[in-house]
């Protein structure tokens, strides 16, 4: 092997002192780990957040070794290319595997960093692939005891234990705030003194009927912020600058939920003279003559009108380019003109003048481009960094917010427009807020079902983006649940599918299928209830959600009984024309929709080429017939199939299992 101290000296070239520097990181890195096998080698440096960053690369003919590491001998980065390592189809996720791998994972950890035992946790990471061949953890630092949400470390070892990659940067410790953190109750009655819910109205959307509803809702006012736990401050992480909208906010989030259907140019055509809609011509013409936008130099790209299934009304996206590199997309309402949004790519206004009173030309724009509607709407106050660029108006319905109805703008600096958009639902009803729930039932129901607790969190940044202050926040773990106002019952917006820990039902013990459903619960699949009921009639939609998550996208899904999954992509792709999710699904369709996951439907279809085994079969025989060759689903005690038969949770679950493991 190569001296390394010698390649040391041709490669990296440095000063005295960097070399010295360097010699000694690379020398605690080798007291921890085995490099002796490696032939080749190089290393180089960088800075990050003010701090030197040596970098090194090992390898040889069936491995690649690279570290990093601080000028201190913290290793931050290690990658190990197993260049002979050959992943399997077989090697599918196990939470039994995972708890195993858990204390071989804090074992090289703390050989690559020791002065960090004890001063972190290993949490497995919620979102896996089953057939991920290793296993990842997010690597936690804990100060106090307490958890540091900043970070963003992580590590991950193979199916043999060997470890592939590891990444581990935490904060500073001096940058804590420093002071006693005071106890959860405290904090909850901050909370309701500063935070609290508010009272306001929510879209709700049913993609079966297209219809949308407005439900009226307690939501966490302010769901960025937290509660300073030393000084009971209402803070946040600061947020950079934003100059320029994304093309998805342009657009209007809340539209984006009617996916609406786009048109190709004869049917536009044929759309505009039957609906009275400007043509594309004239829509593009609207566009660049609309003095506020200051588009009549750009060249059109292409106009797509669409449709909002909901609204039952017409728009045209129009994309235009300019000098320079310039882009910018408008969207027009197709009958009337109006702009509902607008983007333009932002431009460096450094060197330019600054305008003096960039809230009231921001207000300016929103003057002209809204018109009188926007007196139904009022300014959301915000205390971000970036308000003097960037204003939110909330729609108000009987003198409650209405956020998915907003208007936004952004400009620059030199008072550009660069962003605009608006949303207001007319095809909608509001229900009057009599007989809710009152604010503090609400806010009951939210403590008693929702983690409240106190987390390290970045508070302070310098002008450079590095870390100055870290602060202990009381916060919701999910701040995005919401309770009905009705029914005082939480709804939560943002459902993963993800599981944290395998289900372990207590009533599967005489099941047919119990070996192959505890298998498959070891991955994250199946359902939340500690009971399966495993005779019970799978419903549609928890069957597509199951089947599409586990088999196709190959991810864990675990299921609530209790929710209702959205049908509409079901239907879309053929899976069925039943909207309702919540009624049965035979076992001849079972067959027919898992021949549609696993790709050969367009075989199975052919069902005259097809000899069914069971006598009981006379239509969708080639599906049927395939499920059972493979082994998928076979015919019950009584030696019929029973193809009409509503398919059971059990048979469902072993469906999965046995897709899975034969799916290579």
């Known amino acids: 092997m190569k001296k390394l101290l010698s390649v040391l000296t041709a490669s990296m070239l440095l000063s005295t002192t960097a070399f010295a520097d360097a010699q000694s990181v690379l020398s605690q890195i080798k007291e921890r780990v085995d490099t002796s ?137 001096a940058l804590f705030e420093e002071g006693d953190i005071m106890p959860k109750a405290s904090a909850k009655r901050i909370f309701d003194e500063k935070q609290g819910l508010e009272l306001q109205y929510a879209t709700y959307y049913d993609c079966a009927t297209k219809n949308r509803t407005a439900r009226l809702v307690y939501r966490i006012k302010n769901r960025d912020k937290g509660i300073d736990g030393i000084t009971g401050d209402l803070r946040s992480s600061p947020s950079s600058i934003r100059y320029a909208l994304s093309e998805d906010a342009a657009a209007g989030g809340a539209n984006a939920a009617a996916k ?83 983007w333009r790519n932002a431009e460096d206004t450094s060197a330019e003048t600054v305008i003096e009173n960039p809230e009231e030309t921001a207000a300016a724009y929103i003057s002209q481009l809204a018109g009188d509607s926007i007196n139904e709407y009022i300014l959301k106050e915000t205390d971000n960094i970036d308000s003097r660029y960037y204003q939110s108006y909330v729609r108000l319905v009987n003198g409650l917010p209405y956020y998915d109805n907003a208007i936004n703008i952004i400009i620059d600096p030199t008072g550009e427009l660069l962003g605009y958009s608006k949303t207001y639902f007319k095809n909608i009803s509001f229900p009057l807020p009599n007989g809710i729930i009152t604010k503090e039932a609400a806010q009951e129901k939210l403590f008693s079902g929702n983690d409240f607790s106190v987390k390290w969190h970045i508070c302070e940044y310098d002008d450079s983006g590095n870390v100055r202050e870290v602060s202990p926040l009381y916060s919701f773990d999910n701040p995005y649940i919401t309770i009905d106002a009705l029914s005082g019952e ?47 009639e799978i419903t549609q939609d928890e069957f597509f959600t199951l089947a599409r998550n586990a088999v196709t996208l190959r991810q864990p899904v675990i299921i609530d009984p209790e929710a209702e999954y959205d049908m509409q992509y079901f239907i879309n792709e053929g899976f069925t024309s039943d909207p309702n999710g919540s009624s049965a699904i035979s076992r001849s369709a079972a067959c027919m929709a898992m021949s549609k996951i696993l790709g050969i439907d367009k075989v199975t279809a052919f069902n005259e080429i097809f000899i069914s085994p069971y006598t009981d079969v006379t239509e969708n025989a080639g599906a049927i017939a395939a499920m059972n060759a493979i082994g998928i689903l076979k015919c019950r005690n009584d030696g019929y199939f029973h193809p009409d038969a509503s398919l059971s949770r059990a048979e469902a679950l072993s469906m999965i299992y046995r897709c899975i493991v034969n799916n290579e």
């Open 260 to 342: 609406a259907e786009a048109f190709t140019e004869a049917e536009t055509t044929g759309l505009s003279e039957l609906a009275g809609l400007y043509s594309s011509e004239e829509l593009i013409n609207i566009a660049k003559n609309n003095a506020v936008l200051g588009l009549s130099e750009y060249t059109e790209q292409r106009c797509n009108i669409k449709k909002d299934p909901y609204e039952g009304t017409y728009s045209a996206d129009i994309y235009l380019n300019g000098e320079n590199n310039k882009a910018a997309n408008v969207t027009l309402d197709a009958a009337t003109g109006e702009v509902l949004s607008f």
């Open 490 to 536: 939480p709804d939560v917006e943002i459902y993963t599918n993800g599981a944290t820990e395998e289900p372990r039902y207590k009533d599967i013990e005489t099941c047919a299928y119990r070996d192959e459903i505890r298998a498959l619960a070891d991955m994250g699949i199946g359902y939340s209830n500690e009971l399966l009921e495993p005779d019970k």
């Open 37 to 173: 096998l490696y032939t080749e080698f190089s290393s180089g440096q960088y800075t990050n957040d003010e701090r030197t960053v040596y970098s090194f690369d090992w390898s040889n003919d069936s491995e690649d070794l690279f570290i990093e590491a601080y000028e201190d001998g913290t290793i931050t980065r290690f990658n190990l290319n197993d260049k002979n390592y050959e992943k399997s189809q077989e090697n599918l996720f196990s939470f039994a595997r995972q708890r195993e791998l858990t204390q071989s994972a804090y074992e090289v950890a703390d050989k690559l960093n020791p002065q960090f035992a004890g001063t972190y946790k290993l949490e497995p990471h919620p979102f896996y692939s089953l057939y991920a061949n290793g296993y990842t953890f997010n690597i936690v630092q804990y100060y106090k005891d307490i958890p540091v949400d900043a970070s963003y470390s992580t590590m991950r070892l193979d199916d043999d234990k060997n470890t592939e990659s590891y990444y581990y940067d935490p904060i500073d410790t």
